[in-house]
Structure formats: structure tokens, C-alpha cells
């Protein structure tokens, strides 16, 4: 049985494990284990290379249609396998066990077949990223769920933006308003006229700050 097929009694997420490959570096994968049943199940892991890897829980007990998170660790490696590939394999095993079971009372023949007990098997294979290939996996990702924005999102972000860009030209046309009047102001030097220079100035100033912050704070157009 492997990680993808149906009716078991846990599923594992994901379907494989990939490490990002990296020499003197660990480097890790999680797996998560979800119980499809009613019943408590316990689990146990076991690969072809034990003395590579460090996985924590190894072994557990699942609650009804509940899961876990298992962490599987890369230990650092000295040199790079041939070709980037890897032959190590993963076995999770699963069997049923009476309620409230706890993972340190668990019988030393749980996942023994030759007890009589039905257990299942969940193969997992292993692939070796490069740290530039993994980038590229995740830049490949970002794009698509890009391209997938509903086309609520889309309308919404496209009125933001046109929004910000009336703010803009809104803020332009009041600075040259305002530089206008300066001048003018040079021009003319009477009192009465200092005064509503004076007062319509602070209007514009506070308009213009406003617009500011409106244009600033408005968030940018997703690419």
C-alpha cells in the first residue's frame, strides 16, 4: 500500500519525502498522519537507513480522526550521492489498538504480523532536492497561485490601484496649485491677501496630506 491509496486506516501527507540536499547540513521533511477512523490507531516508522535519518515521533497512537505531525530529519552528509539519487525507503505501519492506548504500554508485538493482527503498510520513497531546484519548485508554486486569484480579487485589487493613482494625480494637481499661489503671493505683497493666502495654504496643506496618506497606505497591486 502507498501513501496514495484509499480505505486505509491513516493517510499520510505528503506523498513522499523530499529533502533539500546540502552537504554538512540537515535538512528535513514533515509528514502528517491522519486517522480515518473511529478507532485509536497506532503507527510505528521504520526506513532502509536508520543510521541517516532521525524521525520523531517514531512511533505514536492517533485519537479517532485525529492526526499527527511526524518530523523526519536528514542528518548532515559528508558527500554528495551519485546522480542526486536516493535509494532509501520509508515503511509506516498502522494497526488498530483499544481505546485510550498509550504509545509506552504499547505490547512489544504490535506491529508483528506474525501476531495475528491486521497491519497496514504505507511505502514512502525519498528524493534529494537542490537548493536552487527547490527554489524554483517554490517560485513555481507562487506564480500559479497567482494565476488563480478569483476574479473578485482581481476587480478589487485593480480598484485599490486606481484609487491610488487618483490620490496621485489628485496630490500633483494640488502641489502645482499651491506653488502657483506662492508665486503669486511674491507678486502681490498686501496684507489682505497674506491672510487668505495664509489660510487657503493650510487648506491645501492638509488636503495634500491626507491624499498622501491615502496613497500610501493603500496596499500595492499584487503581481
Not at 63 to 74: A, F, G
Request: hydrophobic residues 35%; glycine residues 4%.
Amino acid at each position: 500500500m502507498t501513501a496514495g491509496d484509499g480505505n486505509q486506516l491513516i493517510s499520510v501527507h505528503p506523498n513522499d519525502l523530499k529533502f533539500i540536499f546540502e552537504l554538512e547540513k540537515q535538512s528535513f521533511c514533515d509528514l502528517k498522519v491522519v486517522n480515518n477512523t473511529e478507532h485509536h490507531v497506532a503507527f510505528k516508522v521504520k526506513t532502509t537507513s536508520p543510521k541517516k535519518y532521525f524521525v520523531r515521533p517514531n512511533t505514536g497512537v492517533v485519537q479517532p480522526w485525529d492526526s499527527c505531525v511526524i518530523r523526519v530529519t536528514l542528518q548532515a552528509q559528508q558527500e554528495y550521492p551519485p546522480d542526486m539519487q536516493c535509494k532509501d525507503k520509508f515503511l509506516l505501519q498502522s494497526t488498530i489498538v483499544p481505546p485510550h492506548s498509550d504509545v509506552d504500554d504499547l505490547p512489544a508485538d504490535t506491529f508483528n504480523k506474525e501476531s495475528g493482527k491486521e497491519i497496514e503498510e504505507c511505502k514512502l520513497k525519498v528524493f534529494y532536492m537542490s537548493p536552487s531546484s527547490a527554489q524554483g519548485n517554490s517560485e513555481d508554486e507562487g506564480l500559479k497561485s497567482s494565476s488563480q486569484q478569483s476574479p473578485d480579487s482581481n476587480s478589487a485589487v485593480q480598484h485599490l490601484k486606481d484609487e491610488k493613482d487618483a490620490a496621485v494625480r489628485q496630490t500633483l494637481q494640488l502641489q502645482q496649485e499651491l506653488d502657483f499661489l506662492k508665486r503669486r503671493r511674491q507678486r502681490r505683497n498686501d496684507s489682505g491677501f497674506s491672510i487668505s493666502f495664509a489660510a487657503f495654504v493650510a487648506l491645501i496643506g492638509v488636503m495634500v496630506g491626507f491624499l498622501l496618506n491615502l496613497s500610501l497606505s493603500s496596499p500595492p497591486p499584487m503581481e
